[in-house]
């Protein structure tokens, strides 16, 4: 059974920062894109930016000024660093990994971005 925890979330004020990790087990991420996604309250999802296997990294609009994708194969977990962060960064953030085959979501973890 795959599974995508991601964990890391929490309350922040806003100019702080959080380093979101997400874990997978049933695949190897080593051969699986993956990306994070966010969706706000009242708003569509949306992409953050994800890593292709071969390390190279891809951001939403105005993501890459603040966020960062890394991903560990031998921890088989990829990270979100976010940096500077507003309120309107404020959503539930998910992680999905996906192939030629398939594709998997986790179940997402809340960052709030308030003072």
């Known amino acids: 059974q795959v599974q995508l925890v991601e964990s890391g979330g929490g309350l922040v004020q806003p100019g702080g920062s959080l380093r979101l990790s997400c874990a997978a087990s049933?695949?190897?991420?080593?051969?699986?894109?993956m990306g994070w996604y966010r969706q706000a309250p009242g708003k569509q999802r949306e992409s953050v930016g994800r890593?292709?296997?071969?390390?190279?990294?891809y951001y939403g609009f105005f993501m890459k000024e603040r966020f960062t994708i890394s991903r560990d194969n031998a921890k088989n977990t990829v990270y979100l660093q976010m940096n500077s962060l507003a309120p309107e960064d404020t959503a539930v953030y998910f992680c999905?990994?996906?192939?030629?085959?398939?594709?998997?979501w986790g179940q997402g973890t809340q960052v709030t971005v308030s003072s």
């Open positions: 890593v292709a296997i071969d390390g190279t990294t």
């Open positions: 049933g695949i190897s991420i080593s051969n699986h894109a």
């Open positions: 999905k990994a996906w192939n030629y085959n398939a594709e998997y």
